[in-house]
């Protein structure tokens, strides 16, 4: 039995087990300005209401036309949302808001350099940029409702500006996170089959002004490898009229889109009246075989669901200034940068930079200056401001009323000092728990109705009901005192809609393993695995582990150890590779990488180095190794499996357990020995 499933180092193995830590109170200046404080919200959002508790959702949203049928399960465990109803994104998130408010600040652009001017851009002036925009893709790179486009764009006002432009024709926008590689890119594109990519010809991060245009050269070529044309590469400048790349413009295919929009001023694009249940995007995530999947995100189930989270548990009001520091290129800027805020009419900060530019004061002066009154960050954040710059935010002058944790579980002492030193103790705090797959959050506290506990995510949010299973199915009640795989037991409008061109691959991963019944069209027979360890305490809050699978979880962004593992190979020395995740004190975890070469091959520091290029040229900058250990052989099971258990542990300098049912049990201590020194 050592050699079946114990042959992986998950992250929940090696998760820290924090005690239960008691209740914090939101403040009553909280609750009285609350969007929720009903608490019968729960009861409106049991099971017995469901699905048609979800109307409140789609009641806060502009249709068409009104849907039919608000869950459709014959397609089970593909689920319809709102059939019959139609809709678009756009209109929702910029028309909409024109009559009452169209001079109110939508987006506050601001760059990385402090010098350079905050840009604030009303929802007139989204209206017109992308409407102009909109018009561009449809005229001169002939997009319809239904292609593909691939977004390769950083934190800049021209991201969100092509996505709503994409959403208001129909056209599926695939945002590639802007730190990624060409490769990825290229991935992505070929995946997605995207003949059009939208990018940007440079943008600062950490004081300097990257060169972004040559990974779409890199990333065209790679895609045409495999098959796939991009014919047209449209470039934002990042100073219109200037060129701020060395990398030249390819002639017939790329163009600068300032300068195409001289023809297309003026010009008004009816946005696309859309079924509800057509994809608004994609959103590649990593999983646990070498590919990435592209989750299938809908328009109306989407929109609605974010719009309702981020009323009931972001809090926003149309008056808020909101500043979500995620990027754009991940779920949780998708939908709680662009499309929530923006749905309900709040002005949205986008920051260009790192926090920590040009030193840790930076988010809390931006705070001041724009009077950001809610924000939401990521725990790998936290930790490295709390670490750089314990006392900065108590120099500034701004106060926030709520603030948000997601990515990654977050230590107690962590969310202590961002309770009282960042929120100055006075904002309400949400841990929410949820995935790329899931559009929004499943697990958080409802802010002004339920009380915080540090290090614990919460209940489901209201229409959410969370269950844990054990290895055989046999549910983990609250207070149980065990961990086990937390699952969904409904589905929700916000949910993925399936991998795009692998419906296989979906069912498999999600929803095979407690299916009751394959043939079933019922959704109770379905629940949702979304591959976390968790435990529920006996007051019901859950209280993530980390990831059952192999996928790393590095400052909050989830990468395949099989990606990794892939990328290292591409070096022909390597004959085999391992990735286990290691802690560290501010990204939570890093990728540890094993490698083993052919025979013949002398290991050296310079051979070391190649290998984390090729990860860094494959995946990106954020997939580096911690360190590159170059093994005379892997530890490996009688069958020959590589015990990536026994390398977590070894990394980690926890406890190896029993190793002597292994093939070659000596290449134990000689790893211990020189990576323990
Ligand atoms: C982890 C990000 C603990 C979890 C929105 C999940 C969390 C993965 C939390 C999804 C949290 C996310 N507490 N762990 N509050 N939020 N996670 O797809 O392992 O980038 O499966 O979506 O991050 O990461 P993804």
Redesign the pocket.
């Known amino acids: 039995m050592a050699e079946k499933e114990v042959t992986e180092t998950s992250?929940a193995q090696i998760a820290v087990h924090w005690g239960e830590e008691n209740y914090i109170y939101p403040s009553m200046q909280f609750i009285a300005q609350a969007n929720m404080t009903d608490p019968s919200v729960h009861d409106r959002f049991s099971l017995d209401n469901f699905p048609e508790c979800f109307k409140e959702y789609a009641d806060m949203l502009d249709w068409y036309e009104y849907w039919h049928t608000t869950l459709d399960t014959s397609d089970a465990p593909c689920w319809k949302w709102f059939v019959g109803g139609k809709i678009n994104a756009s209109y929702n998130c910029i028309d909409r808001h024109l009559p009452k408010n169209k001079n109110k600040t939508a987006i506050h652009f601001v760059p990385e350099l402090e010098d350079e001017k905050i840009e604030h851009i009303t929802y007139q002036e989204l209206y017109v940029r992308v409407s102009e925009f909109a018009a561009l893709l449809q005229d001169f790179a002939g997009l319809k409702k239904g292609d593909r486009v691939t977004l390769h764009l950083p934190m800049t006002a021209e991201l969100p500006i092509s996505m709503l432009a994409c959403a208001r024709l129909g056209v599926i926008h695939s945002e590639v996170f802007g730190g990624f590689s060409a490769k990825s890119c290229a991935d992505r594109i070929v995946d997605s089959g995207s003949n059009v990519l939208v990018t940007i010809d440079a943008y600062y991060r950490g004081g300097g002004l990257l060169n972004h245009k040559e990974k779409a050269d890199i990333a065209v070529e790679a895609a045409k490898k495999e098959g796939q044309i991009v014919d047209k590469v449209l470039v934002w400048q990042r100073y219109p009229g200037k060129e701020s790349s060395p990398t030249p413009m390819v002639e017939g295919r790329d163009y600068y889109i300032n300068d195409l929009l001289k023809d297309y001023s003026g010009k008004r694009v009816d946005p696309v009246r859309m079924p509800a249940e057509d994809p608004l995007f994609l959103m590649y995530?990593s999983g646990t075989t070498g590919k990435p999947k592209g989750c299938q995100h809908s328009t109306g189930g989407y929109l609605a669901y974010v719009t309702g989270t981020s009323k009931y548990i972001q809090d926003i009001h149309p008056e808020d200034v909101y500043w979500c520091m995620a990027d754009i290129g991940?779920?949780?800027g998708h939908s709680y940068i662009v499309y929530g805020p923006l749905a309900l009419c709040a002005s949205t900060v986008i920051y260009e930079g790192i926090p920590n530019f040009p030193d840790p004061g930076r988010p809390w002066r931006i705070a001041q200056e724009l009077d950001v009154n809610i924000f939401h960050t990521a725990p790998t954040a936290i930790r490295a401001l709390r670490k750089i710059g314990p006392d900065e935010p108590a120099k500034y002058n701004y106060h926030f009323k709520h603030m948000t944790?997601?990515?990654?579980?977050?230590e107690p002492e962590v969310w202590k000092w961002y309770y009282k030193e960042v929120g100055k103790g006075e904002a309400a705090i949400v841990?929410?728990?949820?995935?790329?797959?899931?559009g929004g959050f499943l697990?958080?506290t409802v802010p002004a109705l339920d009380p915080m506990k540090p290090g614990s995510?919460g209940k489901g949010v209201p229409g959410i009901h969370p269950i844990i299973y054990d290895e055989d199915g046999a549910e983990l009640g609250a207070g149980a005192g065990k961990a086990g795989n937390i699952c969904i037991q409904n589905p929700w409008p916000g949910s993925f809609q399936t991998i795009w061109g692998d419906r296989e691959r979906y069912v498999q991963q999600y929803y095979e393993r407690y299916c009751k019944d394959k043939n079933s069209k019922d959704w109770r027979d379905w629940p949702y695995m979304?591959?976390?360890a968790a435990v529920q305490a006996e007051d019901g809050y859950f209280r993530?582990l980390?990831?059952i699978d192999d996928?790393i979880?590095v400052s909050?962004?989830?990468l395949g150890t099989k990606e990794i593992e892939s990328a290292a190979l591409v070096v022909p020395e390597v004959a085999e590779s391992a990735v286990v995740p290691v802690a560290h004190e501010i990204k939570g975890k890093e990728p540890d990488l094993y490698v083993s070469l052919k025979p013949g091959i002398e290991p050296s520091d310079e051979l070391a180095a190649r290998i984390s290029k090729s990860i860094i040229d494959e995946i990106g900058p954020i997939a580096k190794p911690r360190k590159v250990w170059i093994v005379s052989d892997m530890p490996k099971t009688r069958s020959g499996k590589i015990m990536r258990r026994v390398l977590g542990a070894l990394s980690n300098k926890t406890d190896v357990g029993d190793v002597m049912t292994l093939a070659n049990p000596d290449v134990v201590d000689e790893i211990r020995k020189m990576i323990q020194g």
Not at 431 to 438: A, F, S
């Open positions: 992250e995530t991940w779920i949780t944790t997601v990515g990654e579980p977050i841990d929410t728990w949820w995935q790329t797959e899931n697990c958080s995510a979304a591959g976390d993530i980390g990831r996928v979880n909050g962004h989830r």
